[in-house]
């Protein structure tokens, strides 16, 4: 049987939409305790966070959700400050290459504020 990795990439990153979404709410909740944990559950998902800089000279960033079979990583492009530009989800299974989520615009933005969490070190 063999898989469609562009399906699972889209349901991967649905599902990753879905559960960034819920935790952004809970960041801006008027609960301190609950924004806080909120943050933390978000820092805490992170298992590599990495940038690099690419042909171009384009500064990128990565950051790694989960490995093996599958793995889930967000990747994109970074401003001279730092701070994440463009957003992308990726999905990788056994011997199967990076395969982009196919997400909208709304959904990439979403990624993009989820990014902007971490600290991204030149």
């Known amino acids: 049987m063999k898989k469609d990795i562009r399906k699972e990439a889209n349901e ?29 559950e978000i820092e805490n998902d992170a298992l590599e ?7 171009d000279g384009t500064e990128t960033y990565m950051i790694l ?4 079979g599958p793995a889930t990583r967000i990747i994109g492009e970074l401003d001279e400050h730092g701070q994440p530009t463009t957003a992308t989800f990726q999905f990788q299974d056994w011997f199967l290459p990076w395969t982009e989520a196919q997400l909208s615009q709304e959904e990439k933005q979403t990624l993009i504020k989820y990014a902007e969490f971490f600290y991204f070190e030149f």
């Open 65 to 68: 959700l989960s490995t093996g």
């Open 12 to 40: 991967s990153g649905q599902r990753f939409i879905e559960t960034a979404s819920e935790v952004l709410k809970r960041v801006n909740s008027n609960n301190e305790k609950v924004s806080e944990e909120a943050r933390e």
């Open 49 to 55: 966070v990495s940038t690099g800089k690419e042909f």
